[in-house]
């Protein structure tokens, strides 16, 4: 076990704890990781992004669109 002290906020209750001591880290608790988990697995958290399933019935214009993206991330 380390000596370190760091004083840091649960990103979930936002309780004080040292970082270091924590095995859930960056949690304070294993509950504060699990229901952080449950927040990711039922998709209550979302990640913006260009959604391409509007193109799942036109399979070409979804492989256009990826190409396009991947020449326009290149500069």
């Known amino acids: 076990m380390s000596n370190k002290n760091l004083k840091v906020k649960c990103p979930k209750c936002k309780t004080e704890f040292n970082y270091y001591k924590s095995e859930y880290r960056p949690f304070?608790?294993?509950?504060?990781?699990?229901?952080?988990?449950?927040?990711?697995?039922?998709?209550?958290?979302?990640i913006e992004g260009k959604d391409y399933s509007l193109?799942?019935?036109?399979?070409?214009?979804?492989?256009?669109?990826?190409?396009?993206?991947?020449q326009d991330e290149d500069f």
Request: proline residues 3%; aromatic residues 8%; glycine residues 2%.
């Open 28 to 46: 304070c608790t294993q509950r504060c990781k699990e229901v952080d988990m449950g927040n990711w697995l039922t998709e209550s958290y979302v």
């Open 55 to 70: 193109y799942e019935d036109d399979p070409e214009k979804l492989i256009e669109l990826l190409e396009k993206k991947d």
